[in-house]
C-alpha cells in the first residue's frame, strides 16, 4: 500500500477491446417481424393516446427501444446457433420480448392509474 490510486479514475485495462468481426445477419423474416412488432407496439400507443396523450408518447419511445433491443438480442442467440425455421425464429423474438412487456405494461398501467387517481382527487 505504499502507492495510492484513484479508484474513480483507475489505470487502462491490458487488452484493448476489439468488437467482433462476424456480421450481424438476418433475413426478411426476422424484418418482418420487427415491423409486426413495432405495428403492435403503435397500436397500444393509439390506444394510450386516448387515457394520456404523454403516456402514449412515452410508451410509443421506450417501447420502440425495448422491441430494437430484444430484436438485437435474438438475432445475435439466432446467429450462434444452427439455422431454425420460422415459427422457432418467431418464438426466440417473442421470448425476448415477454419480460419487457410485462414490465412496460405495468409501467404504463402504473402510470395511467396515478393520473386518473390525481384526477379523481381533485
Known amino acids: 500500500m505504499s502507492r ?3 479508484i474513480y479514475n483507475p489505470p487502462p485495462a491490458p487488452m484493448p477491446f476489439r468488437p ?3 456480421r450481424l445477419s438476418f433475413t426478411a423474416g426476422d424484418v418482418a417481424c420487427l ?4 405495428v403492435v407496439l403503435f397500436a397500444a400507443s393509439i390506444l394510450c393516446w386516448r387515457a394520456e396523450p404523454t403516456m402514449a408518447a412515452l410508451t410509443a419511445v421506450g417501447g420502440s427501444l425495448i422491441v430494437l433491443e430484444s430484436w438485437v ?3 445475435s442467440l439466432l446467429q450462434r446457433r444452427h439455422p431454425l425455421g420460422l415459427r422457432a425464429r418467431w418464438t426466440v423474438f417473442v421470448a425476448a420480448l415477454v419480460p419487457w412487456l410485462f414490465g412496460l405494461a405495468a409501467a404504463a398501467m402504473l402510470m395511467i392509474g396515478l393520473f386518473y387517481l390525481s384526477d379523481w382527487m381533485s
Request: hydrophobic fraction near 40%; glycine fraction near 0%.
Open 20 to 22: 467482433p468481426r462476424e
Open 35 to 38: 415491423a409486426v412488432l413495432c
Open 4 to 6: 495510492q490510486h484513484d
Open 73 to 75: 438480442t435474438a438475432l
